[in-house]
T-cell receptor, first 114, second 113 residues
């Protein structure tokens, strides 16, 4: 069982609100990721981090921002939520090194912006 | 060139039957091809993976077949069970060693009891 946790699991908010999705892992993994999962199931990488103070944008352009101040914590923030941000957000982590790179996913945060 | 194309979008199989999901890619730099399984309300979890130096990998009822020349790979689930009902994603490693995967669009599998 993977030790990666996301909160909140579900969030319904109004347009213009600031939100932060929390992600924490207890496996000591250096690499962490945020994926956006559309209602039709596809996953798109929006942010990733190779370690503390290292963050980069992913393939899918996103208005969200991330920070990595501690190894175990990788929060995602939307300064002003819009209906177009409605989606499921999945956090993941993986070990460093030359291993097979298995991604360990959290259970997701489903965001609905009204 | 960065896409991974997955088919079918949905699949219904009788209990005991064989489920087959196909993926195709363009980028020959991809060097690691995992399959992830996702149950409703859960995050995806690694099911099985293959590297292009082998043509087949089997783990229990799950087998990956890999055709490097055709740039295709597929997941076969033998003796499919209702508990296998889930969404399956193929993926490819876009930059070796970085684990920044390109995912397929997913296949929703339903196994009828």
């Amino acid at each position: 069982e993977a030790d990666i946790y996301q909160t909140p699991r579900y969030l319904v908010i109004g347009t213009g609100k600031k939100i932060t999705l929390e992600c924490s892992q207890t496996m000591g993994h250096d690499k962490m990721y945020w994926y956006q999962q559309d209602p039709g199931m596809e996953l798109h990488l929006i942010h990733y981090s190779y370690g503390v103070n290292s963050t980069e944008k992913g393939d899918l352009s996103s208005e969200s921002t991330v920070s990595r101040i501690r190894t175990e914590h990788f929060p995602l923030t939307l300064e002003s939520a819009r209906p177009s941000h409605t989606s499921q957000y999945l956090c993941a982590s993986s070990e460093s090194g030359q291993g097979d790179g298995e991604l360990f996913f959290g259970e997701g945060s489903r965001l609905t912006v009204l | 060139q960065q896409q991974v194309k997955q088919s079918p979008q949905s699949l219904i199989v009788q209990k005991g039957g064989i489920s087959i999901i196909n993926c195709a890619y363009e980028n020959t730099a991809f060097d690691y091809f995992p399959w992830y399984q996702q149950f409703p309300g859960k995050g995806p979890a690694l099911l099985i993976a293959i590297r292009p130096d082998v043509s087949e990998k089997k783990e229990g009822r799950f087998t990956i077949s890999f055709n490097k020349s055709a740039k295709q790979f597929s997941l076969h689930i033998m003796d499919s069970q209702p508990g296998d009902s889930a969404t399956y994603f193929c993926a490819a490693s876009r930059q070796p060693g970085t684990y920044k995967y390109i995912f397929g669009t997913g296949t929703r599998l339903k196994v009828l009891a």
